[in-house]
């Protein structure tokens, strides 16, 4: 019996045959895509994420051949249905009852991969999707190889800054706080907006785990921090408290 194999050229006429004009439009506005915004030059298809998901699970197979040339796409499904396959490829790996040697040779690949590929992972929701559950998921427990966040926080580019605070949610999640609150130090003077939000979230998520904590780094760095960063990271806050910090009568 033939086994049919899915190839890269199946995913691409798979996505066109869900193309959605009248969403795409939606989406170019919403993801900035005018020139000189953020998302300059970038195409959408109008596929929604839950479809995305569904398609990407029947292209795991897919080689890291093609998810490079997914990523080396302009159309921005192309790029997040490749993030998509990469990271349930690493969940596979990471999912198995007894790791061999192998799994984490593939978790470790992948990760380089996406290190190597940074530069295409251009917009918020590419990042957010995908450096938590590969970046930080495979720096856990590998505190003496995450010099590497710090080099993309004090990078020129801006989603090179926006991974790796991202990138620290996972550590978060298992209350380690430390990188996020080092690397939300380095940031908090950026310029960006979607630095600002990105830091903002990742204070109020340690504010979840842990209030003493982000309370101590308030105290310290409240004034200088960007309203929308203060904002974001208070944002959970008893309303009393929540204008306390925001009149500066803390």
Same mark, same amino acid.
């Given at each position: 019996?033939?086994?049919?194999?899915?190839?890269?050229?199946?995913?691409?006429?798979?996505?066109?045959?869900?193309?959605?004009?009248?969403?795409?439009?939606?989406?170019?506005?919403?993801?900035?895509?005018?020139?000189?915004?953020?998302?300059?030059?970038?195409?959408?298809?109008?596929?929604?994420?839950?479809?995305?998901?569904?398609?990407?699970?029947?292209?795991?197979?897919?080689?890291?051949?093609?998810?490079?040339?997914?990523?080396? *796409?302009?159309?921005?499904?192309?790029?997040?249905?490749?993030?998509?396959?990469?990271?349930?490829?690493?969940?596979?790996?990471?999912?198995?009852?007894?790791? !061999?040697?192998?799994?984490?040779?593939?978790?470790?690949?992948?990760?380089?991969?996406?290190?190597?590929?940074?530069?295409?992972?251009?917009?918020? &929701?590419?990042?957010?999707?995908?450096?938590?559950?590969?970046?930080?998921?495979?720096?856990?427990?590998?505190?003496?190889?995450?010099?590497?966040?710090?080099?993309?926080?004090? *990078?020129?580019?801006?989603?090179?800054?926006?991974? *790796?605070?991202?990138?620290?949610?996972?550590?978060?999640?298992?209350?380690?706080? /430390?990188? *996020?609150?080092?690397?939300?130090?380095?940031?908090?003077?950026?310029?960006?907006?979607?630095?600002?939000?990105?830091?903002?979230?990742?204070?109020?998520?340690?504010?979840?785990?842990?209030?003493?904590?982000?309370? &101590?780094?308030?105290?310290?760095?409240?004034?200088?921090?960007?309203?929308?960063?203060?904002?974001?990271?208070?944002?959970?806050?008893? /309303?009393?408290?929540?204008?306390?910090?925001? !009149?500066?009568?803390?």
């Amino acid at each position: 019996m033939l086994i049919m194999r899915i190839s890269i050229h199946d995913l691409k006429n798979e996505l066109k045959n869900n193309e959605n004009y009248e969403k795409a439009k939606l989406l170019q506005r919403f993801f900035k895509t005018g020139k000189g915004e953020y998302g300059e030059g970038d195409i959408f298809l109008g596929i929604v994420v839950p479809q995305q998901r569904k398609i990407a699970k029947n292209y795991i197979d897919l080689s890291l051949t093609d998810l490079k040339s997914l990523l080396n *796409s302009r159309i921005h499904e192309e790029r997040m249905i490749s993030l998509f396959i990469l990271v349930d490829k690493y969940k596979k790996a990471d999912k198995q009852n007894k790791k !061999s040697e192998k799994d984490e040779d593939v978790k470790k690949n992948i990760f380089e991969f996406y290190l190597k590929n940074t530069k295409n992972i251009n917009n918020w &929701d590419l990042v957010d999707l995908s450096a938590p559950n590969i970046v930080g998921n495979y720096l856990l427990d590998k505190e003496e190889e995450r010099g590497i966040l710090y080099k993309l926080a004090k *990078s020129d580019n801006l989603w090179d800054k926006r991974i *790796s605070i991202i990138s620290t949610f996972t550590f978060i999640r298992n209350k380690d706080f /430390e990188d *996020s609150l080092k690397i939300s130090e380095i940031l908090i003077s950026d310029k960006h907006d979607l630095i600002h939000k990105a830091v903002g979230w990742m204070l109020r998520e340690i504010g979840k785990k842990d209030m003493v904590v982000l309370e &101590d780094f308030l105290g310290k760095h409240y004034k200088k921090m960007p309203r929308t960063m203060l904002r974001y990271s208070i944002e959970k806050f008893p /309303e009393k408290r929540r204008k306390q910090y925001l !009149s500066d009568q803390v």
